[in-house]
Structures are given as C-alpha cells and as structure tokens.
C-alpha cells in the first residue's frame, strides 16, 4: 500500500466498540503496562515472569499489571498466556513478600490483578506494524479465540509504561560442530558459551521477494535486519503517542531494546547496515542495536 494512502486506510478501520477492562476499576497510577515483543519464550517469557515477581514484590495490594506480550501466532499466544497465568498463579501462592497483606491474604485476589493480554505481530510485516500501532492507540484490542477463565475482549489501552523489544531472528542453518569442539577445549566452557563463533548463518534472505508481503523490488529489506531492528524502530516510533506524558509529574515511558555480547565491533560495517555481504547479520542488527540506543531518537 503507498504510503500516501495510510491515512486513508486509517480512517475507513472499524473498531469494535471498547468493553470495560477489569484495570479501570482503579486510577491511572494504580495501572502498569509493559508491551514485549517475541514473548512465547527465552528471554522474552523470562522478562514477563521477572515482571510478575516484581508486580508482587513492589507495587501496592490494589494495582493492577497488565503484560502485552507479542508472538507470531494466534497458538503461540495461547500457549504464551496459559504458562504466564501458571506461573502468576504459582508466585502468587509462594510469595513471601505478600505477608504484608496480613493474615486476610488471598493468593486469588493477587492473580486478578495480573492481565494477559497476548497479541499476534510479525516484524518483518511493515504495513502489519502499522496497523498493530494504530489498532492499539485508537482502537480496541483481544485477546485470540481458545481462552479459559478471564477473556479481554474489545478492551482498550491508555498508554504504555514500557516496550521491551526483545524479538529477533538469528538466521543461521546450524554451528560447526568441529569448530564448538574445538572452541570448548581451547578457550573453555564459559568463553565459548558467551561469544561462540562457531554458528553456521545463512545467506541475508530478502523480504522483497517474498510475494505475501507484497514489498517493492527496491529498497532491498533483509529478513534478519528487519525483525531485530528495522522492525522494532518502526514500531516504537508508531507506538510513541502512548509513551508520551502530558506532565513531568507522571513516571516517563520506556523503550527498553535487548541487544547482545555478540555485538561486538568487528561485526558491523556501516557500508552494509543488513549484512548482504557478509555471514554474521544477528551480531551486526545487536551492534547497531547498541549505536541506535546511544545515539539516535525517533
């Protein structure tokens, strides 16, 4: 779609008229959302459940967190949800900090104040992002069909306190296994396990010549590229409205992007920002990751 035409193709979106959501019950100071991309695992899921722990731990007995966690898929976000509902369930119950509620503590009460809300987003899909961004400042948001227990359907988001871009895509085939060996016993577990540079990547794979994103033959877009760092700038600076405060009094948002120990110097060349040329696109996305953060603003 021409860009020219976004604002038109804004306009004429439906949007399902909102329904309460169990958060408005209390005011805005009493809320927390956090959107965090590639949730369904690693360190994406592990974030998520660091943010469960510290909900628990620090905020008072009548806020209200509410996780937005992106997958790529209607399943992964069913499956994404079920385990951060176990495993609310399971801090809940354990939790020592929650003493402080006295002897009236239900664990109940502590996981109905925890939402999931898991959201389908591929970031290889510019006009996707787009239309995720516009959807989730001006519309109303669901969660996929399939759920048990509580729904969010049609339920509207405010602002955001914090994106954490965490999603990525490694490209690579496999890892040379003489070389892993090798690596093991001449530089030791630990060094090789922090920057292993025995991984087999694969040649940069264009989107343009992928027919259901419909890209033109020019500019050329790397896949690795664009899910690591194309893709998360674009949806931040989309997204931006619902970071911004209006007073200094109210708690900043944040853009809180994962970088790598990979990305070391080596790696990137400024010549040839997607790696079309050379073999280690992930290592040089997390270095200009890392140059992004520290020097550029959207």
């Known amino acids: 779609m021409p860009l020219g035409s976004e604002k038109a193709a804004m306009a004429a979106t439906k949007t399902a008229p909102a329904e309460p959501a169990p958060w408005e019950s209390v005011s805005a100071h009493e809320q927390l959302f956090v959107l965090i991309t590639g949730a369904n695992s690693g360190i994406g899921l592990g974030t998520a459940q660091a943010l469960i722990d510290d909900f628990l731990a620090t905020r008072s007995l009548n806020s209200h967190l509410i996780v937005i966690p992106t997958t790529r898929s209607g399943s992964k976000s069913l499956e994404t949800i079920r385990q951060l509902r176990e495993y609310a369930t399971k801090a809940a119950k354990t939790s020592k900090v929650l003493s402080r509620a006295g002897a009236d ?157 990979e990305a070391v110097r080596k790696v990137f060349d400024v010549n040839d920002m997607q790696c079309f040329t050379r073999p280690e696109a992930y290592e040089s996305c997390k270095r200009l990751t890392d140059l992004l953060c520290l020097s550029s603003s959207l």
């Open 105 to 261: 503590y239900k664990w109940e009460d502590a996981v109905s104040r925890i939402h999931i809300l898991s959201l389908t987003l591929d970031l290889c899909d510019l006009r996707g992002i787009r239309d995720f961004a516009h959807k989730l400042r001006y519309g109303t948001v669901s969660n996929p069909e399939g759920l048990e227990g509580e729904y969010l359907r049609n339920v509207r988001i405010p602002r955001l306190d914090s994106i954490i871009c965490n999603a990525a895509f490694g490209g690579w085939a496999g890892m040379n296994y003489f070389a892993a060996i090798w690596s093991f016993f001449t530089k030791g577990i630990i060094q090789t396990a922090t920057w292993p540079d025995f991984k087999l990547s694969l040649p940069t794979c264009l989107l343009n010549e992928r027919p259901v994103l419909n890209y033109p033959v020019k500019p050329l877009l790397g896949e690795v590229f664009c899910a690591c760092v194309f893709g998360h700038y674009m949806l931040a600076h989309k997204l931006l409205p619902l970071l911004s405060r209006s007073s200094e009094n109210e708690a900043p948002g944040r853009i809180i992007w994962s970088s790598s120990l």
